[in-house]
C-alpha cells in the first residue's frame, strides 16, 4: 500500500534561499532606475537648472585666517583672524573693516591705514586667506558626517576624504551634490565617483564653493539588505538552517 509523500524537517541542509532571492528582486527593480534621486524631486519647480557657472571672486568673511604680508617692510607683516563684526585690526594700521572686501581691496585698505599712520607712504601689502571660514556640508555613508572646512579648489572627492572617506554601503556612482543658485534656489546634479576614480573623468571633478551639500546614499545592495533585515527578518522570523524537504520515499515508524 502506497503511503502520501510525507514533509519531513532536516538540519543537514542550510536553506539560504529565501534572503537571495528577495535581494535578486529588488535589486533587478533598482536596476531599472536611472537615478537615485525620486523623480518628483528631480523636475523644475523643486530645483533650479544646474549651472557650472566660475565662482564669483571670495569676499573675506568673519572668523577668516587672514596672512599680511609688507615685502619692504617685514616688521609689520601680520597674521589673524576676522573678527565676529567683520573688522580686522592690525598693530600700526588700527581697525580695518574687512568683511565684504576682496584680498586685493583689503590691501588697499592697510596700504592706506599704514600711510595715514606714518608707517609706510606705500607698504604694497599683499594678503592671502590661511584659512577660509567657510563651510560645506558632507552627509550620508562616509566616515565621520558633519561640517567641513572648505579649502581653495576644494573638490568633492576631497570633501570626501575629509569626511574620512566612503563606506562600504556607499552608493558610489550616484553621490548628490546640492548647491545654492544665484537667485537663492537649490540645484542638484549627481557626481559619478566611479567615473572619476576608474576612468578619469574630469567632468565628475567638481569644485565646491561655500555652504555645498554633499550627500552619499546607500548602495542598492545596501538598501536591499536592510529592507530584507527590517520587513523579512523583523517581521517573519525563521530558523534559516531549518528545511523542509519532500521525501518521496518516506520511512514511516
Known amino acids: 500500500m502506497n503511503k502520501e509523500p510525507q514533509a519531513t524537517a532536516s538540519s543537514t541542509r542550510p536553506m539560504n534561499i529565501t534572503r537571495p532571492a528577495l535581494a535578486l528582486g529588488l535589486m533587478t527593480l533598482t536596476a531599472c532606475t536611472q537615478t537615485w534621486v525620486e523623480p518628483k524631486y528631480q523636475q523644475p519647480d523643486h530645483f533650479a537648472a544646474w549651472s557650472e557657472a566660475t565662482p564669483s571672486v571670495y569676499r573675506i568673511m568673519p572668523g577668516d585666517d587672514l596672512s599680511v604680508v609688507l615685502p619692504f617692510n617685514a616688521e609689520l607683516n601680520f597674521r589673524g583672524s576676522v573678527a565676529p563684526d567683520g573688522s580686522l585690526t592690525m598693530p600700526f594700521a588700527g581697525t580695518i573693516p574687512a568683511a565684504g572686501l576682496t584680498v586685493a581691496q583689503l590691501a588697499d585698505s592697510v596700504n592706506k591705514a599704514l600711510a595715514t599712520g606714518g608707517m609706510a607712504k ?3 601689502a599683499s594678503v592671502s586667506i590661511i584659512q577660509s571660514a567657510a563651510k560645506i556640508y558632507v552627509g550620508g555613508q562616509v566616515g565621520r558626517p558633519g561640517e ?7 573638490s568633492v572627492m576631497q570633501a570626501i576624504m575629509a569626511a574620512q572617506g566612503l563606506l562600504d554601503t556607499a552608493r558610489t556612482n550616484e553621490v548628490v551634490l546640492i548647491r545654492r543658485s544665484p537667485d537663492g534656489r537649490e540645484m542638484l546634479r549627481t557626481i559619478d565617483i ?5 576612468r578619469g573623468d574630469s567632468k565628475q571633478d567638481v569644485v565646491l564653493q561655500a555652504a555645498d551639500t554633499i550627500f552619499v546614499p546607500k548602495s542598492s545592495i545596501a538598501e536591499v539588505d536592510q529592507w530584507i533585515d527590517q520587513y523579512i527578518d523583523k517581521v517573519i522570523p525563521f530558523n534559516r538552517g531549518f528545511d523542509y524537504t519532500i521525501s518521496n520515499n518516506p520511512t514511516w515508524p
Open 122 to 124: 606705500n607698504g604694497y
Open 194 to 198: 566611479d567615473a572619476l576614480t576608474h
Open 148 to 154: 567641513i572646512a572648505l579649502h581653495n579648489g576644494m
